[in-house]
């Protein structure tokens, strides 16, 4: 069963059209109009394995807001789409990863229950033309349309690229891991019968 979606999201702030495969090769595409997070989107990709292809056009003359948190929105959506019913997959992700001083960790549920935890303090409120705040919003946006738990945990760091680069590495390494079809698991991997 191929586990790939897309989505074409159409606003007076952004246009976007997004498509995953979760079984991929590590294979982006990315033309965000928003260099950083086109840059840790492509380590998403290449850590989780997976296939993204993105092509947005928002408003980033005002600034990278609403095109950040539209692809969030939209990542979210075709995460969850391309799941179906998460027959067996193994649910849960964690990953550890380091990035020279920095030490991220991310930790997922695909559990149907959006929630976003985040334990990180960036030093620098911009990286080049980034708002580092936008990390938060992407994060919350994707969990809350993937409807998973996401806890992302920075143990440490002094440079604000490098803590984001750990974050997007982990994230994708957590959701490789949780993605996954583990032929032990017999049917959804939840007492209730669905997630």
Not at 85 to 103: C, T, W
Not at 142 to 149: I, P, S, W
């Amino acid at each position: 069963m191929d586990r790939i979606s897309n989505i074409t999201r159409k606003t007076n702030e952004t246009n976007i059209e997004l498509a995953l495969n979760i079984d991929g090769q590590g294979i982006s595409k990315l033309e965000t109009g928003v260099p950083f997070l086109s840059h840790m989107l492509d380590l998403f990709t290449k850590h989780g394995q997976f296939d993204l292809h993105i092509q947005a056009d928002g408003d980033t003359e005002v600034d990278d807001h609403h095109t950040t948190e539209d692809i969030g929105i939209c990542l979210g959506q075709v995460l969850k789409e391309a799941l179906g019913d998460k027959r067996g997959i193994k649910r849960y992700g964690n990953a550890f990863v380091p990035m020279d001083e920095a030490l991220a960790q991310v930790v997922v549920d695909l559990s149907n229950r959006p929630h976003l935890e985040m334990r990180a303090e960036f030093p620098s409120q911009k990286v080049g033309t980034f708002d580092t705040e936008l990390v938060h919003e992407f994060l919350w946006k994707l969990a809350l349309e993937a409807r998973m738990n996401l806890h992302v945990i920075v143990h440490y760091g002094q440079n604000t690229h490098h803590i984001i680069e750990a974050i997007f590495k982990a994230l994708g390494r957590a959701l490789d891991e949780a993605t996954t079809i583990d032929p032990t698991i017999k049917g959804i991997p939840s007492t209730k019968g669905m997630l």
